[in-house]
């Protein structure tokens, strides 16, 4: 299964980032090499998948209401994507996209994110998977109208997760962030086809320790934010003899404010090159990033050789 980027209908569309005014309609998908006789598709609950065999994709939706409400409901969606998991042969979660509706607003006192991370973690342990040290890449990223929607990527093979030493683990946040600390290693490796090594990076902030850096400064961010990935990309090659390079990975990049793009792209130009494949490819994707402090997020993911 392999990522393709091009001009067809986003299958994300609901409840998710719009891509910035502007940009021609470009999208992702997930294509499978499996035969079609190798393939199945269901439903188990919330959760509509796709199985080839080796890889499996799917996707959720659900309405979202009060908080405690959207406690139990980002529980129950999560309960469902691990009935999914059970099901077609205890796979492995590898990669989750988060797409939450106001992210950054406060529902009975608590931020829609806090809330969100109090049901994903207890989604986690309620069907006994890594909540921390193991969990899979992800991103969580706020959009302005529509359903709380997650879309994962699951395989045969375990992940061997990443972590950022310039960063505490998320999984590892005091607990000034939230009552529960986020689900999610900084990267994911593994190996999605033979000879070969696939590389998740989650959604990677200005965030060094675990305070934000360079707040009402987008280029700072962006500049604090590659170095953050870069890091990753070095921890990764510790594990790997595959080598990454940003500059060809595909790159979702998220902001906070569309007027802030020229400034964001200046600086992934400067650092990784006008013509880099990833920044000529990259989808730019408004989105409310999970702190208001933060005003861009990008993700990468890309496969190298052994």
């Avoid at 393709?4 to 891509?19: I, Q, S, T, Y």
């Avoid at 991370?117 to 193991?134: K, S, T, V």
């Avoid at 906070?256 to 006008?274: K, W």
């Amino acid at each position: 299964m392999l990522a393709e980027r091009g001009h067809f209908d986003d299958g994300r569309a609901a409840g998710a980032p719009r891509l910035l005014a502007g940009e021609p309609a470009c999208a992702e998908r997930w294509l499978s090499e499996a035969p079609a006789a190798a393939r199945t598709e269901g439903r188990t609950g919330h959760v509509s998948w796709h199985d080839d065999g080796r890889w499996l994709h799917g996707s959720a939706c659900i309405e979202v209401s009060g908080g405690a409400r959207l406690r139990e409901d980002t529980r129950a969606l999560y309960a469902d994507l691990f009935e999914v998991l059970r099901q077609r042969g205890d796979l492995h979660l590898l990669k989750v996209w988060n797409y939450l509706p106001h992210i950054n607003a406060e529902l009975d006192g608590l931020e829609v994110y806090r809330h969100f991370n109090i049901g994903r973690q207890q989604a986690f342990l309620d069907a006994g998977q890594r909540a921390f040290e193991g969990a899979p890449a992800a991103c969580a990223l706020g959009h302005h109208e529509g359903p709380l929607s997650v879309h994962f990527l699951a395989g045969r093979q375990a992940p061997r997760p990443i972590e950022n030493p310039r960063q505490v683990s998320a999984y590892h946040y005091p607990s000034s962030y939230g009552p529960r600390s986020p689900t999610f290693s900084r990267a994911a490796l593994v190996s999605l086809a033979p000879g070969e090594e696939t590389l998740f990076i989650s959604g990677t902030a200005s965030i060094v320790g675990h305070r934000t850096l360079h707040a009402g400064d987008v280029g700072a961010q962006t500049a604090e934010t590659l170095r953050n990935l870069e890091a990753v990309i070095a921890s990764a090659h510790a594990q790997t003899s595959a080598r990454f390079d940003l500059r060809t990975m595909d790159l979702t990049v998220y902001l906070r404010d569309p007027a802030d793009r020229a400034a964001v792209e200046a600086v992934l130009a400067a650092s990784l090159g006008a013509d880099a494949p990833g920044l000529r490819g990259a989808l730019w994707l408004h989105a409310d990033i999970c702190r208001t402090d933060l005003l861009v997020e990008i993700e990468a993911q890309g496969s190298a050789p052994t």
